[in-house]
């Protein structure tokens, strides 16, 4: 069973369904895991809420719970590998993530947790780019 894993270890979609006239978001990985709002602040709120209610439901099922996908990922050591190719505070500026956080974690080979990992692989595969494993990664 998959206790562990946080909203952040998913691939979040969150869009404006002009039909409904609402925010939508949700974790394609996990079937009905879904929500919205008036607003993508309020959706994502939303979403936090039925992941945990699933999240739950599963435990109590005793069904194991759905994995991330995992082939959306880089580590810090590819990254160091790239650096001198892309400019990390860009990456981090289109990646949402503090240009600080990548920075020290890239210097010090800390790895990336999860939702790092993928949102920096999302950044790359937007713009043709994809990092090819290291040796003994």
Known sequence: MNKNSTIKDYDLHVYWDGRAG???AEIPEIPTCAADGATQAEALANLEETFAVLKEAY????????YPRLDLSVSARQ???ASEVIKMSKLAELAGIPVQTLASKVNRGTELN??????IAR????HGLTISPTKGS
């Open 114 to 119: 999860v939702g790092e990992s993928r949102k």
């Open 123 to 126: 950044v790359l595969k937007s």
């Open 79 to 81: 990254l160091a590998e």
């Open 59 to 66: 435990i109590e099922e005793n069904r194991s719970f759905p």
């Open 22 to 24: 609402y925010f939508v």
